[in-house]
């Protein structure tokens, strides 16, 4: 018999009842993260059954979706800053976690932020747990080598109910990431030339495990980014195996093991990554020593070439309906492009090294008058730590606004949009139509090429603008 | 859930590939804390246009459309956000199955569980239901068959689990929850508690 991978040392270890060839596996979930916008109908489902939550203990919640991101002094002021719709959601989530006992870093927290951002400085993601949330970033806590996926509403009150889920084994896809990563290039831009390669139903059915050289040399919040836009490839999840790097950020978080806990919970974690003759469905390389910034064209995270690139020429009509919405040429070149606003912030890059890298290029210099920029940290711990670091100050002498902790304009639901036609080069995963606004036009890019891309006031390669 | 086991209608034609569940339900209308009422959301940036009136070139506003409770849809159809309010709105606005050569993973499940049938099929047949809009066809959830209009039968996979849901209009939750001793014994017994 052949070793077992990451992914299958987590999924047996979870099994309740194993999948057989009419029934899928009833599968236990060790940590259930919840937000405003997917739970209410679940709730409400339970509540017309009579049913209570299983594990309210095994449930975090946080709000972060359709969260203002302007400062509120306390909740009555929501009303004043949110849609009706939005405000009552917020209540209604607040309530339902009162009156079942679930833990909730919401306003007056400082531990609320985005819930895939929220779980890894918590502590509460932790190697070789199973991780779900009715979003499908989920994928994010694969960072530590934990298997988190996204759920529907109608899994979530399953969650809630039972704390398990019914489950079909899904395929393993190895993809092999090799090369020292070139100046200026990041996680961030790994990770679209992986979806570039694949395609964005590349994934489709398949849990990824990242591997190889250049993953082992990523910190944690670099690890989460590669992880987080898994989904973008149409995947169930994307791990990483755990080791030096990922223990080392876990000790001392809030809801980490301790004492002779944490050592039995390294042991164990000690043990996860795939053995040497794990066998997977399918493979990947990729060589990352030549890569440069990647930006998208199109209207999916897998339309992306190096930002020195021109748009690709294909006769797909897909293709040809995602330039003209994005009103983009075949052949020209995606650099000069006009800028009006640019957005770093989102469960992909809102962390500190994400902050690091936009102030290090924006630090001395000017956000182009045309362009409207925002920096929305992922969490209140994020902010703390940057406004202490002085980063604030950066950005705002810069010209860009620095917000609260949420979701956003990665989806625009709290009123923060991109009008239409604008351009928006953005550090989030969905450069969906309409993802930011009505009629936007994102393009997906890293921290550094947003914050090069607003001081040039066009789409910009950040390169020359690293400091020494 | 409703019983499912035979959807016959005509078919409504969307060939664009990779159509995520943003377009299917924009985030704007996600602040709805029930399922009900999204039909009127479902495709709305492609619906309507920024006075809020239907577009008459879009297929579903169009007459052919009127009816239709078979969906047929480009490669990789429900992309994206997890959102069910996705499926929610389909089912809604009155579409009861997908037809495509590829559904993103949780669309199809969320798809499962509100008894909005998927079904993939090979390339050729796609391809002549794209160039065949209209065309009345069947899906039989029971023996997991296409029929298409010259009496062909295409299969389509449906595990037996998802099958006999659907037949029943049974939800997963009671099944569930029927599991509640071996989920106890799995609590009590594992090697680390979580
Ligand atoms: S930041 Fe964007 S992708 Fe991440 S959880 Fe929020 S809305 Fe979803």
Redesign the pocket.
Known sequence: MSGRSLFQKVWDDHVVVPETADTPAVLYIDLHLT?EVTTPEAFNVLRSRGLSIRRPDLTVATL??STPTVRIASLKDLDVVSEPAAAAQIRTMIDNCAKNGIRMYGYGSDSRG???VIGPELGATQPGKTIVCG???TSTHGAFGALGFGIGTTEVGHVLATQCLLQRRPKTLAINVEGKLPRGVTAKDVILAIIGKIGVGGGTGSVIEYRGSTIRSLDMEQRMTICNMSIEAGARAGMIAPDDTTIQYLNGRPLAPRGAAWEAAVARWRALPSDADAQFDKEVSIDVSQLAPMVTFGTNPGMVVPVTDAVPVSDDASFSKALAYMKVAAGKPMLGMPVDVVFV????N?RMSDLHDAASILRGRKVAKSVRMLVVPGSVQVQRQAEAEGLDKVFREAGAEWREAG??M??G?NGDIALPGQLCVST???NFEGRQGIGARSVLASPLTAAASAVAGVIADPRPLLPN | MEKTDIVRSRTVVMPGTDIDTDQIVPARFLTTTTRKGLGKALFADWRYDKDGKPKADFILNTPAAAGCRILVAGNNFGCG?SREHAPWALIDFGIQAVISTGIADIFRSNSLKNGLVPVIVDQATHGWLLANPGVEVTIDVASCELRLPDGRAVGFPLDGFSKYCLLNGVDQLGYLLHQSDAIARFESERAWKP
């Open positions: 937000h972060d979706h985005i819930v895939h979003d499908s970033h912030g989102s469960c992909t809102s979701c956003s990665c989806l639901m989030s995963n969905r | 956000s």
